[in-house]
Nanobody
Framework: VQLQASGGGLVQAGGSLRLSCAGSGFTLGNFAFAWFRQAPGKEREGVAYSSGGGRTTIVYSDSVKGRFSISRDNTKKMIYLQMNSLKSEDTSVYYC??????????????????????WGQGTLVTVSS
């Protein structure tokens, strides 16, 4: 199982970016996915979560609610994070993560880093003010 994140870069405050995460080596359908971020000197925090299975539940952190959108294309094995109205405090390395629900997909996606089994390598997003 591999995850490959891409799409980061430098953007001005108020701008937009779309991050992509390509999955390989597994079938996405039942997996939960999430985007986390980690700024220098800070702990890794989750910003968007998507449960697996037939009924997807999406959860956002308060810091990005209304500005970020997570989506998935199971056929293409892709997970996306659309980021709008970017702020300087969004500057971080962004990671995609996948959880293999051994007991079947949960209604709500997990939110702890410990619950995710696979991680992408991270992509840097820098927002200039």
């Amino acid at each position: 199982v591999q995850l490959q994140a891409s799409g980061g870069g430098l953007v001005q405050a108020g701008g937009s970016l779309r991050l992509s995460c390509a999955g390989s080596g597994f079938t996405l359908g039942n997996f939960a996915f999430a985007w986390f971020r980690q700024a220098p000197g800070k702990e890794r925090e989750g910003v968007a979560y998507s449960s697996g299975g037939g009924r997807t539940t999406i959860v956002y952190s308060d810091s990005v609610k209304g500005r970020f959108s997570i989506s998935r294309d199971n056929t293409k094995k892709m997970i996306y994070l659309q980021m709008n109205s970017l702020k300087s405090e969004d500057t971080s390395v962004y990671y995609c993560a996948a959880e293999n629900p051994d007991g079947g997909p949960s209604i709500r996606p997990p939110k702890s880093t410990d619950e995710y089994d696979y991680w992408g390598q991270g992509t840097l997003v820098t927002v200039s003010s």
